[in-house]
């Protein structure tokens, strides 16, 4: 049984669904057997649910923003009385990816199509391999959670990299009339004497780890078949040491498992490796990031990318690359009554400090549904960036909450010129973001930003007015 749903679906429980759409959504089980498997029982996993060990999460940035004592959903299941009924209820929180529990396949999908997911990993690794589908024949299997994990792969190698590919000394031979280490005496009188002029002898030598080499050079190839030639700019010199390195041969389960658990990797250089062979066996083995085992018994288990963190880095680098006047950083540490009991950190998405001047500007990106309604401005994210906002105080030009909008943006209804409304309080408080439809395609997405950017900059020119 498979389902799919978008990330941040339902929170409000406005998609219900009944007994005869259970059998429509999850195919072929009866609804006696969907109802008693799945909705017997309240089922939410969260990050912190222990039932989740064989389920892998995976990021795109640091991730000391999520404190100790956050939870983040990442699925409910669970029914409801209502008037006439039972109807059963799914929510997701901001993970897309695949999860598999009691023989059911979630697939929960990003909500604004490929091409926005695209157009963020590209800000997120610097590589546009969108302008390639006219030329390059993709394959018929590339869905979303590969374009993910192929970026993930490339970035994490890229990064890896720096200090070059993992090498270890080894004990090597050679006989030539130079010397080269020590001579070796044993295979000197065996093979040498009387002296011809030539002599056996041992140095140690750094190596590439054959296993290594092959799993990522293939990884690469792989990921080339897919995505064009062009997938490998950004480590093209990489991809060029992996070719002549190379064994020719292709790599085997144990030899995934060999580059996984080589010692080498517990050397601090070359540790960040270890996350760039885990997103190379997934490419490997042709997953397609979807749990093949349909076993009802096993813990659930399954693929998941922190989305809400893409938009993060997505709206941190649109940002930073435009206005080039301000620095503009993601996850800025704040220490709040640090000296005391109740003391914590915060940690705006966020933060735009002009180069020049004190004047800052504030936001937190949302990745959720926005239709320019009260309701999809949730209470604790609208109380967080006021307390971000009053934090700057006085050198805060303005701050505000981004989305994804799924409706055409309305500044006389989302911006207001005041802090809580209140004329004494002049700095403005903005609802804004990038707007998105599911259809779009590239050029009116770069049209969407580059009207969003605009607003940014007309809001600074008026505070900055006010201001002086």
């Given at each position: ?55 892998q999460i995976f990021g795109f940035k640091n991730n000391r923003n999520k ?94 990299a720096v200090m070059g590919l993992p090498k270890v000394y080894q004990t ?35 190596i590439y780890i054959q296993e290594i080499i092959d799993v990522l050079y ?251």
């Open positions: 049984m498979r389902i799919s749903i978008p990330t941040n679906h339902n929170f409000y429980e406005e998609f219900p669904l009944t007994d005869n759409q259970l059998k429509e959504k999850f195919g072929v089980r009866s609804e006696k057997d969907i109802k008693n498997n799945l909705f017997s029982a309240t089922y939410e996993f969260t990050t912190e649910s222990k039932s989740l060990e064989q389920l404190l100790e004592e956050d939870k983040q959903l990442i699925l409910k299941l669970y029914s409801k009385e209502y008037p006439n009924e039972r109807k059963y209820i799914v929510q997701t929180g901001l993970f897309a990816g695949v999860l598999y529990h009691k023989g059911c396949q979630f697939n929960i999908t990003t909500p604004y199509g490929e091409v926005f997911l695209k157009r963020m990993l590209n800000f997120v690794n610097d590589i546009y391999i969108d302008n390639q589908e006219s030329k390059v024949a993709k394959s018929t299997e590339t869905n979303e959670f590969q374009n993910i994990i192929a970026y993930l792969f490339i970035q994490s190698l890229e990064k890896a090597q031979m050679q006989r030539s009339h130079k010397v080269r280490g020590k001579i070796d005496v044993n295979a000197y009188i065996k093979h040498d004497f009387p002296f011809q002029g030539k002599l056996t002898t041992s140095f140690r030598e750094q293939l990884t690469c190839k792989k990921l080339e078949q897919s995505f064009g030639k062009e997938i490998h700019r950004k480590i093209h010199g990489i991809f060029q040491l992996l070719k002549q390195n190379y064994s020719g041969i292709y790599a085997q389960h144990t030899t995934i498992e060999k580059a996984k658990k080589h010692s080498i990797l517990q050397n601090p250089m070359f540790g960040a490796f270890k996350n760039v062979l885990m997103y190379a066996e997934i490419i490997l083995k042709d997953q397609n990031l979807i749990v093949q085992n349909q076993n009802d018994s096993l813990a659930t288990n399954g693929y998941l990318f922190d989305i809400s963190q893409l938009f993060e880095v997505y709206l941190e680098k649109l940002l930073s690359r435009h206005f080039t006047d301000w620095f503009v950083t993601g996850q800025e540490e704040l220490n709040v009554y640090s000296d005391l009991f109740y003391g914590r950190k915060m940690f705006p998405d966020l933060v735009m400090k002009h180069k020049e001047t004190n004047k800052v500007i504030v936001f937190d990106a949302k990745f959720k549904k926005m239709r320019s309604i009260k309701k999809d401005v949730d209470r604790s994210d609208f109380y967080q960036i006021h307390s971000y906002i009053q934090y700057y105080q006085p050198n805060v030009l303005f701050g505000g909450l981004l989305y994804p909008f799924s409706e055409s943006i309305n500044t006389v209804k989302a911006h207001s010129k005041s802090l809580f409304g209140n004329e004494n309080n002049p700095h403005s408080f903005i609802v804004d973001g990038i707007f998105i439809k599911i259809d779009m395609t590239m050029p009116n997405i770069m049209q969407s930003e580059k009207e969003f950017l605009l607003r940014i900059e007309e809001l600074i020119s008026m505070a900055t007015i006010f201001n002086d």
